[in-house]
């Protein structure tokens, strides 16, 4: 039939073409057209169904290479790349490669880490000072140093590199002195002192710090014996004394101190292998960190001299010197003496006691060297470096 008075006559789906410019135009009833948002690359909004229902979604392109590359690329992977290029940068530039050279200069060195750059310089020089004159240090007396050096009490109070370095030093002069002492003779020892007497300062003051840094003292318990075991009246005997603190401890009673060198008014300055002692003038011998010398059984042997039939001897030493504890049991008990008990005391030390033995005959001085070489059975003590 006839199209209706006012219809458009074209066909539907037919694009018109404009009078004018003669180019197609888009009919209201035309099917379903996509509009592409200009440059967004988003889907225009469609016309909805004859339902009523939500727009039709925009169908992907299923022609060739050519549609696939008109095709919009999906949101988000410029971002990604992006990131991936930063996170290639930072790697890079931890690397040390040329993103690092053309990252920022490292900050110019301030006040503050030129005076540490200075300080680590000067320690440095300081210790390789040391280290050059250390043999010298050792072999050379003690005299010839600054008096001030070695007085005190040793805690190093005084600071400074200086201060510090004169410690050092100390230190080394004390472990040389102390292996020297366990390494040869009483008599020897003994003219090694009496040549520079100050060498007796310096190895007191090393044994004092060593000796802050033990767990315990052990002659603390050779006193706790002697005040409750020991009468007041008894006659005692402390071979190697030093300072002669046990003297110190009992200033009531007869305490006769030994050691190389008098380093105050109670000691006696002898070689403990000669005391000048009657025979059978003690009631107890005591031997606390003192057996040094390779000719420690002459001092255990002069000990037995000094003592009465019914007399002790104690020893006190350092575990770490004994290989066998019975083989120096033995060889103390051939000297005339009958052992009563050995155990290890805090961990640290041997303690021993003795009797004397009833079919011994004091009252010989033996020879110096009769006794036998100890130093098979005891070691050195050697004091670690701190």
Known sequence: ???????????????????KSGQAVR???????????????????????????????????????????????????GKKKLKRSKAAKRREAASGGPAAAAADPPPVPGPASKQLKRKKAAQQKEVASEAAAAPAAVAAPLAGLRPSLFSGNGSGSAQGPMSKAMERLKGSRFRWLNDTLYHTSGSDAKALFDKDPSLAQVYHEGFRSQRAKWPCDPLDDVVKWLRAKVPSTAAVGDFGCGEARLAAAFPGRTIHSFDLVSVNERV????????????ASLDVAVFCLSLMG??????????????????????VEVESRFDNIKSVVSSIEALGFRNLFSRKAHGYFV????????????????????????????????????
């Open 294 to 315: 390779v000719d420690w059984l002459d001092f255990v042997s002069e000990a037995r001299r000094c003592l009465r039939s019914t007399g002790q001897l104690h020893v």
């Open 27 to 77: 009919s209201e009833a035309a099917g379903p057209q996509l509009k592409k948002a200009a440059g967004r690359g988003k889907p225009g909004p469609g016309p909805r169904s004859e339902g009523g229902g939500a727009p039709a979604r925009p169908a992907r392109p299923s022609g060739g290479p050519e549609e696939a590359a008109a095709a919009p690329s999906a949101p988000g992977k």
């Open 351 to 386: 303690e021993m006691r003795f009797k004397c033995a009833e079919t011994a005959t004091p009252g010989q001085k033996r020879k110096q060297g009769g006794a036998g070489d100890g130093s098979a059975l005891l070691k050195g003590c050697k004091y670690r470096r701190r």
């Open 268 to 279: 006696t300055a002898c070689n403990i292998a000669d005391v000048p002692l009657a025979d």
């Open 1 to 19: 039939p006839p199209a209706s008075r006012g219809a458009d006559p074209s066909p539907v789906g037919v694009p018109k073409k404009n009078a």
